[in-house]
């Protein structure tokens, strides 16, 4: 099974196991500021931390609302160096530490945020050929954790084999999950068939292929042509 790997600072999380428990949120977390946000497609994570010093055992608490509710997740001995995390679904997870010393003192902290997401963008391509035998294209990609630089779109002519980018004919719409963008190509003249190919990935690493070869069929009109689906 794949694995991912967080990096942190400071205390982190830990390795064993143990029964989920309620369990209050440390005053300390609840004022920290937001801890720092890991994204992977990976359901499957290893995190390392460093618990205070001395500890008799360290306590890993899980949050699904935010910090605003915690369970004990596992606790740990004081010479362990991490912890393996396995996702059931798709959500955003919060994790604090807690060191439990030999005097009973006790250091709190919320270590991070993960968010597991192993769902693929959503990539839509509209093309339309107008009369003047120009190749007009509109592209749509959306993903909550969108990755906007990554969108790309090219046409082939099958019998030349060479991949030629599409740029937008315009600073495209973007948004956090969601861009919007045109463009248009001119079909060399002369050739039958027509492949074009976009992809998109967004911040966890899934990444979306579509592809569609279109044939380039005389319309009935003297000089006009018609794209249709191959």
């Known amino acids: 099974r794949a694995r991912a790997r967080a990096r942190l600072a400071g205390e982190g999380v830990l390795r064993g196991q143990g029964p989920p428990a309620a369990a209050q949120i440390p005053p300390s977390a609840q004022q920290a500021p937001a801890p720092p946000l890991y994204i992977t497609a990976q359901t499957e994570v290893d995190i390392p931390f460093k618990p205070g010093r001395p500890a008799v055992k360290v306590r890993v608490y899980i949050s699904l609302d935010q910090g605003k509710s915690w369970d004990l997740y596992q606790e740990a001995g004081p010479t362990d160096t991490g912890f393996r995390f396995r996702a059931k679904r798709d959500a955003e997870f919060w994790f604090a530490t807690q060191t439990v010393t030999a005097s009973g003192g ?67 719409n973007v ?56």
Do not use: C, H, Y
């Open 175 to 230: 948004s956090r999950s969601q861009l919007d963008a045109r463009g248009s190509i001119t079909p060399p003249a002369g050739i039958t068939k027509l492949v074009l190919r976009g992809e998109v990935a967004d911040q966890a690493g899934n990444k979306t292929v579509v592809s569609q070869q279109f044939d380039l069929q005389p319309s009935g009109e003297e000089g006009k042509t018609s794209l249709l689906p191959a």
């Open 106 to 172: 006790n250091e709190r902290s919320v270590q991070m945020r993960l968010i597991v997401d192993t769902t693929k963008p959503r990539l839509q391509i509209v093309p339309q050929l107008t009369e003047s035998g120009k190749l007009q294209l509109q592209w749509s990609a959306t993903d909550p954790f969108l990755a906007a630089n990554s969108v790309r779109l090219e046409w082939q002519d099958p019998d030349a084999g060479q991949w030629n980018e599409i740029t937008p004919a315009e600073k495209p």
